[in-house]
Structures are given as C-alpha cells and as structure tokens.
C-alpha cells in the first residue's frame, strides 16, 4: 500500500519511507489504526471503532489514538502529511493517494513572464470559486463510514442495548448480521445488564469475530473487549457455551479484561 513516498506492509507491520530507506516497525496503537485506514480508505473511520480494537487484545483510549495519528502524520512527512484527515467530531479519513506527475515537480522552477502569471492568478480564483460552489451545494455528502446496522435490544426491565454491526463493505454479510441477530437474541434474554452497547465485527478473512461491549457502572464508563475465533465450517461463533463462559447478562463487570477463545480446527 502506497502512503506518499512510504510503503505500508500489512503483513509485516511495517511502514518502509522508499526515498530514505528508514523502516519503521509499527507499534499495537499505530498498526491497528494504520490497518483500519486503510481497510476503509476513502471514508471517515469512526472513533469507537478505531477505539473498539479491532483483533487487538485490548482496546485503546482516545488519547492512544491522537498520539498514533500524530505520529503516523510525522512519519509521512510534511509534504503527506494531509494524507490522514480529520473530521471534526467524527473520526480520521485516509485520502486516497495519488502519484504526482513529472511535470508538477518542476513547476516551480518554471519562468512565467507578467501576462502568463496573471492567467494563472484568474485561473486560480476561478478555481477557488468553483470549489467554493461545490462544497456549498455537495459537500455536505461526505459522510463518515456508517454501521452496517444498529438493531436495539429492549430488555424486560425496559433497558436498551444497541447492537451494531459494522463491515467495510456492504455485500456479503451475512455470516456478521447472523452472529449480530445472535447476540440480540441473547441480550433479550437478560433481566438487566450494565452494558448499552455492543459492537461487531469480523476479520479479513471471517475467522475471528470482534465484539466491543461499552456501559456504565456507577457513573463510570466500562468497556470489554471479546474475540472468539472459530475455524469449523458452518462458523458458530456465539453459542451456548460461549455466552455462559462470557455470562453477558452478569449486572457485575466482574471480568473486564478482554477475552480470546478458540473453537474448531
């Protein structure tokens, strides 16, 4: 993946800059946000779904996502920096990238006599004009990247749970919208609980399924971070056993630290 004059390997979790040869090992904060950019290049990423931590082990703070940003522009360098965008009050954007021409690099050093810089100054208004058109009248149609659905659960003490289901594409979704009618199946289940949302969403390759529950205990705001992997053809990665292991209706965050488990060869 090209970022600017970088190569960002996903595999290896490295951002390569080609002109100075400096390799940089990304750290957990930064490749996961880095990952998730990218997974959905051209749109706005989410700050709880940067924050949810993805396939990671444990979920991040705001503040560990600024700092990754910051650093992520740093490394890209002035000149890409602008690369990752943010938007206000919604999440970071990652601009596609494209390769400057030949001819753009030496515009600089070209000579404009008087009558050819005043055609570029009327151009340049024009310009800005228009782009000031445009946004006035489609700008508004930049969007952040949306969840795939948010179905409410309403439990019999009249508590709501969100489930939300987020994929970076729109087809082929239907193994994330079964495990999401799963978990909002369960929920219905409970008497109360102190969790009001839950977040989901599947790898790259659907083998793992990453769920994100948020809350309120006592005025503080909780999170638990789950990953259930599951290798069997039909995948059933919320199951009986699972949902007693995790017990999602326990009115006690007894067990906050996130949780991994394995299912099938």
């Not at 700050?47 to 490394?75: M, N, Q, W, Y």
């Not at 810089?117 to 310009?127: D, E, K």
């Not at 969790?195 to 005025?219: C, E, M, P």
Request: charged share 20%; glycine share 6%; proline share 4%.
């Amino acid at each position: 993946m090209q970022l600017g004059h970088c190569r960002f390997s996903i595999d290896k979790g490295e951002l390569i800059n080609q002109e100075t040869g400096v390799v940089w090992h990304l750290p957990r904060a930064e490749l996961h946000v880095l990952t998730l950019l990218v997974e959905y290049q051209g749109k706005v990423v989410a700050k709880p779904l940067l924050e949810s931590g993805h396939e990671d082990e444990s979920h991040l703070s705001s503040a560990s996502v600024a700092r990754a940003i910051f650093t992520l522009r740093s490394f890209l360098g002035p000149q890409y920096e602008t690369l990752i965008e943010t938007v206000k009050g919604q999440g970071y954007l990652l601009r596609h990238h494209r390769a400057r021409k030949e001819t753009d690099n030496k515009l600089g050093r070209v000579f404009i006599r008087p009558l050819q810089a005043l055609l570029v100054v009327i151009a340049l208004i024009s310009v800005s004009l228009v782009s000031l058109w445009w946004f006035n009248q489609v700008g508004h149609a930049v969007s952040p990247t949306m969840p795939l659905s948010i179905e409410t659960a309403t439990l019999d003490s009249g508590q709501q749970v969100d489930v939300i289901l987020y994929s970076p594409s729109n087809t082929n979704n239907e193994l994330l919208i079964d495990q999401g009618q799963h978990l909002t199946q369960s929920l219905l289940g409970c008497t109360e609980t102190v969790w009001n949302r839950a977040f989901l969403s599947l790898s790259h390759d659907k083998q793992v399924l990453n769920i994100t529950l948020r809350g309120d205990y006592f005025g503080q705001s909780i999170i638990r971070n789950l990953k259930i992997s599951d290798l069997r053809q039909p995948k059933r990665f919320i199951n009986p056993e699972w949902l007693e292991q995790v017990n999602i209706c326990d009115s006690l965050p007894v067990r906050l630290a996130s949780s991994h488990r394995t299912q099938g060869r």
